[in-house]
């Protein structure tokens, strides 16, 4: 089982590192804790597991608190339906270094 990996506090804030994997890791010491979610996982063309609308549902479902910010380089149709269905409101973004889109998006914030 991987280790959840605590890093230095940002903004006073705990903050933790999830090592991703093709199945979700599951750490039920952070499970619906987690509220912000910068979500790095790769390119979907090296890592097509972890971009996958169930997969990414479950992640969400499973790490984000009730007040959730998350965010991402990317701006794919399947992230952004997983995170409509956990109830997050998208924003659009301009994207980083030269791509069209990034997501931003929150849960009662």
């Given at each position: 089982?991987?280790?959840?990996?605590?890093?230095?506090?940002?903004?006073?804030?705990?903050?933790?590192?999830?090592?991703?994997e093709n199945e979700l890791t599951y750490l039920p010491q952070v499970q619906g804790q987690i509220q912000g979610i910068l979500f790095d996982a790769y390119s979907s063309k090296t890592s097509q597991a972890l971009w996958q609308e169930a997969y990414l549902t479950n992640l969400i479902n499973y790490y984000s608190s009730s007040n959730c910010l998350f965010t991402t380089y990317a701006s794919t149709s399947s992230l952004k339906r997983a995170l409509k269905s956990c109830g997050?409101?998208?924003?659009?973004?301009?994207?980083?270094?030269?791509?069209?889109?990034?997501t931003w998006a929150t849960k009662n914030l």
């Open positions: 089982m991987p280790v959840l990996l605590e890093l230095e506090p940002v903004l006073g804030l705990k903050t933790y590192k999830v090592p991703l997050f409101t998208l924003e659009n973004r301009a994207g980083f270094e030269g791509k069209k889109e990034s």
